[in-house]
């Protein structure tokens, strides 16, 4: 089981230009998360979506979207990328283990935008 | 303001060497309190849940421990191995109906051979 995939592992965007993120789960978790991390920072809720065909907000959300077409698939867009979106983003699900009687978040490897 | 402080920021010490790694929170209302484990470049992964009632959960050489009243956790690391090397990070879950998770900045640690 691949978990949680994301791409491009990492990008170098010129600001202004738009970029998607890709997220790809094969969990059939319904609930699925975008946060980014920057450093001494905890991680922040950029969007979430707690089932296919609903979104919601987070703690950051401004200058990103996403859409949530099918249970597997979550990408993020930023679509005039500014210097201040540089970050790593990290997609999650949730779910439970197996055997496990409290949820879990699950995470992808992450991708490192740079906006210059 | 619901805020989660881990303290140290970072930590260096010896291979089988303990060490415990602190988080204070104000969260409220308190759903249950999480550790996580941090590679470098990687995403986090759990290593301890622990609700209201739960004093203290291991898993394998770590250790978590709760304090409710004081809203105090901590996470003991016993006999360090190199492949502890990470940043450990405390998150706390709000009990509301949007599953808000509040994240602490984390404690780098790092072992040294």
């Known amino acids: 089981t691949a978990g949680i995939t994301q791409a491009p592992t990492s990008q170098i965007l010129a600001a202004g230009r738009s970029m998607t993120l890709r997220c790809t789960q094969d969990?059939?978790?319904?609930?699925m998360y975008w946060y980014r991390q920057d450093l001494g920072l905890g991680l922040r809720l950029i969007h979430y979506?707690?089932?296919?065909?609903?979104?919601g907000k987070g703690e950051v959300p401004d200058g990103y979207s996403v859409s949530r077409a099918n249970t597997d698939d979550f990408p993020l867009t930023l679509a005039s990328a500014v210097p201040s979106q540089t970050s790593v983003y990290f997609c999650?699900?949730?779910?439970?283990?197996?055997?496990?009687?409290?949820?879990?978040?699950?995470f992808g490897p992450g991708t490192r935008l740079t906006v210059l | 303001k619901n805020q989660v402080e881990q303290s140290p920021q970072s930590l260096i010490i010896l291979e089988g060497k303990n060490c415990t790694l602190q988080?204070?929170?104000?969260?409220?209302?308190?759903?249950?309190l999480r550790w996580y484990k941090q590679d470098t470049g990687r995403g986090p992964v759990s290593l301890t849940i622990?609700?209201?009632s739960e004093n203290t959960k291991s898993n394998g050489r770590y250790t978590a421990t709760l304090d409710a009243d004081t809203k105090q956790s901590s996470l003991h690391i016993t006999a360090s191995q190199l492949s502890d090397s990470a940043s450990y990070i405390c998150?706390?879950?709000?009990?509301?109906?949007?599953?808000?998770?509040?994240w602490g900045a984390g404690t780098k640690l790092i072992i040294k051979p």
């Open positions: 999650a699900s949730r779910g439970f283990l197996a055997g496990g009687t409290s949820d879990e978040q699950f």
């Open positions: 969990m059939r978790h319904n609930a």
């Open positions: 979506s707690n089932t296919a065909g609903t979104t």
């Open positions: 988080c204070n929170y104000t969260v409220s209302p308190f759903s249950n």
């Open positions: 622990m609700t209201f």
């Open positions: 998150v706390v879950r709000r009990m509301d109906s949007n599953y808000q998770l509040i």
